[in-house]
């Protein structure tokens, strides 16, 4: 089944380390995007990727980053940098990034800092 | 200014009758789109339904349909014969084109919390 997943479900990072999310699709599609959702409150664009080796900066790129090396692939890595990463993170994807393009997301990788 | 308002932060519905979650959106650009996504409480963002800006008709999927309005600015869902699994976090987002042909990203309201009652 076509699809896109996100690894790991629940994360857990002590202060000042690194960590990687990764998200996978499998629906051929061009765009890719990475979300930030806090409680109760609505989804915010970190990253997002157009095509193959290119991405650019969303609302609150601050303190992450991002590669596409593949079409099927953006990973997201949130640095020591960024300073209230625990929050709910979505990938998302679409054939290609115009305004009639539906974003479809995965299931969310759910990150706590201890 | 907010681009989307949701000003209904929860609803309640009894279940098999129908529900109006609202929407208002802000732009002035003429091509744009209006999405709608379910979240359940597992997270997972659901998509529902998709109004294009130069849509004639309202539309439709399933129980799901968009009220467009456009010279309200609004883009209100309404579930009919609501069942106990449609209870969730509705959300409302938009994407404008831009004249040069590239889009602007998506754009969420902060959500209505639906609970469909027995």
């Known amino acids: 089944d076509g699809g896109i997943t996100q690894s790991p479900k629940y994360l857990f990072r002590k202060e000042g380390q690194n960590v990687t999310l990764s998200c996978e699709q499998n629906?051929?599609?061009?765009?890719m995007y990475w979300y930030r959702q806090d409680p109760g409150q609505g989804l915010r664009l970190i990253y997002y990727s157009q095509i193959v080796n290119d991405f650019q900066k969303g609302d609150i790129a601050e303190g992450y980053s991002v590669s596409r090396e593949k079409k099927e692939s953006f990973p997201l890595t949130v640095t020591s940098a960024q300073k209230n990463p625990t929050a709910f993170y979505l990938c998302a994807s679409s054939k290609r990034a115009g305004s009639t393009d539906t974003q479809y997301f995965g299931p969310g990788t759910r990150l706590t800092v201890l | 200014a907010q681009k989307i308002t949701q000003t209904q932060p929860g609803m309640f519905v009894q279940e098999k009758e129908a529900v109006t979650l609202d929407c208002t959106y802000d732009?002035?650009?003429?091509?744009?789109?209006l999405f709608w996504y379910k979240q359940p409480s597992s997270g997972e963002m659901i998509f529902l339904i998709y109004q294009g800006s130069y849509d004639e008709q309202n539309a439709t999927e399933g129980r799901y349909s968009l009220n467009f309005q456009k010279a309200r600015k609004s883009a209100n869902l309404v579930i009919s014969a609501s069942q106990l699994g449609d209870s969730a976090m509705y959300f409302c987002?938009?994407?404008?084109?831009?004249?040069?042909?590239?889009?602007?990203?998506?754009?969420f309201g902060s959500g209505t919390q639906l609970t469909v009652l027995p």
């Open positions: 629906l051929n599609h061009d765009a």
């Open positions: 987002a938009m994407r404008e084109q831009l004249s040069s042909g590239s889009a602007r990203q998506l754009t």
């Open positions: 732009t002035s650009d003429q091509s744009y789109g």
